[in-house]
């Protein structure tokens, strides 16, 4: 029933491993770099200041393969960084920081919109259902239409 | 039911006793009752109330020539007028309440033909592909979280039949916003109720739950990710069966299908993705060599990414369910858990039929 919707062209066939590889490979926007390895708390500091829209996740989570499609069927080419197994506990506490004091240590993936921590799959969906999505991504200037 | 205190009280003309009804009964809700009370789908015949209950318990004095008596005899037709309405709404609720409980008999009958057939499934009398489903069935029914979930689920089927029972009436009744709102807000905490079962449930065996072991068959086939699909919620059985919608409505509607839409091909093709870790993970290394133990559990570490898919799944259903809450009237959402309701109802019935249809013996 639910045939070619318009975002099914950004993605490769399932078979390739690590979302954020193909997706970078398939995204044509003229938007910023999309994806690196997140080494160290700083440079997970810079691409939060840096870019509209940042996706923290492990290397070839599903879940953020799902965040990414959402997003993109949007419009939006999110930048996307994958965490080291090894690095995950202290990118997670430096995350928390980043978010604001006394903000919980989010889960992966995590999403950042213009700045802030918006949250994981699971706030993506419910704005994209409820609406709010596409106002939150003009504010951060990851839309322009 | 009112509980009514009666005294005795020595009647001096007639020498009798006769109950004597407190004076509050007036002007509680037995006035209010008899007036507004809802005619449910299954016609009272007040009519044939009012005859058969036509008691008179006592007799009114013969009428007098001196005030006191005459504003006695006014007592007494009074009273009799009270005991009267009292026992024609006694007569009403005792006749709903009998056939409130034919109707529940009806769907716990229904309830307990899936229960039987889903019984018969997992004692292997439906063998399919070479599996023991008997060992199957043993081995879910030693899981207390899967055997709770279970219990529980089957508490809740019956539970919404209840629900929808209400919800017929409530909506052929004359019944106002304010209290159809009520039953409404019911209706959504009863799924906000399921997914929060089907969360814990799947921490306790995901497949259990993504199969849809604990559906009927019919549901089963239509399973989408442990549940149903809210585009096709939206189109094929909310919006046949609303009050026409306003233009806004029209179109807030119709955005929302599109966004489930993508929604749920985000979350298919995340699951496909999820499908093709886990089939690599398994087959990980020689095929052949006898060993692997590594395999088993590297794909079992993964196991955990599936119970998270369910419960986005549910979320999105949730997310669905509270944006139509928004954006419909109350009695448009009333009429909407309507159909739900009797959706599965109908998907419930289908696969008791099914089940006892007469089968070849070969």
Known sequence: MQQALPFRDWLTTAGSGGGGRSAAAAAANANSVSESTIGDAGSARKLVAENAVVVFARRGCCMCHVVQLLLRGHGVNPSIADVDEQNEADLADELAKIAGDGSAVPQLPAVFVGGELFGGLEEVMGAHISGELVPRLREAKALWL | ?362
């Open chain 2, 1 to 362: 039911m009112n509980s009514t205190s009666a005294r005795f009280v020595p009647s001096k003309r007639m020498g009798i006793c006769e109950p004597m009804h407190q004076m509050a009964m007036w002007d509680f809700k037995g006035n209010n009752f008899l007036e507004t009370s809802p005619p449910s789908m299954f016609e009272i015949e007040t009519n044939l109330d009012n005859l058969s209950e036509d008691t008179s318990h006592g007799t009114v004095g013969p009428s007098s020539k001196y005030d006191q008596e005459a504003s006695k005899s006014d007592d007494k037709v009074r009273r009799r007028l009270a005991q009267n309405r009292e026992a024609a709404r006694k007569s009403r609720l005792r006749k709903k309440a009998y056939v409130q409980q034919l109707e529940s008999s009806k769907l716990r009958l229904i309830q307990l033909e899936q229960e039987l057939h889903r019984t018969r499934l997992q004692q292997g009398q439906y063998v399919g592909g070479g599996i023991d489903t008997s060992q199957l069935g043993y081995s879910e029914t030693t899981n207390p979280g899967i055997a709770t979930f279970e219990m529980e689920y089957g508490q809740w089927v019956e539970e919404q039949n209840r629900q929808i029972s209400e919800l017929r009436s409530a909506l052929n009744s004359d019944m106002g916003d304010m209290e159809l709102h009520i039953f409404v807000d019911c209706g959504m905490r009863h799924y906000s109720d399921l997914f929060t079962m089907k969360a814990t449930a799947a921490k306790a065996d995901v497949f259990h739950i993504i199969s849809g072991m604990w559906k009927t068959s019919a549901e089963r086939f239509f399973l989408w990710i442990a549940g149903f699909r809210p585009s096709e919620l939206l189109k094929q059985i909310l919006m046949p069966n609303l009050e026409p919608l306003t233009e806004q409505q029209r179109l807030d509607v119709s955005n929302l299908r599109q966004s489930c839409q993508q929604a749920e091909d985000a979350l298919s093709q995340g699951m496909e993705k999820l499908h093709y870790i886990l089939a690599e993970t398994i087959a990980e290394g020689q095929l052949g060599e006898g060993n692997y133990l590594h395999q088993i559990g590297s794909t079992i570490d993964k196991f955990e990414a599936l119970a998270r898919f369910v419960v986005q799944a549910d979320h999105l259903r949730q997310e669905t369910l509270q944006q139509i809450y928004r954006i419909l009237s109350t009695r448009q959402a009333a009429q909407g858990l309507l159909a739900m309701g009797e959706y599965l109802q109908r998907l419930r019935t289908l696969s008791s039929c099914w089940s006892s249809r007469p089968t070849e013996q070969t």
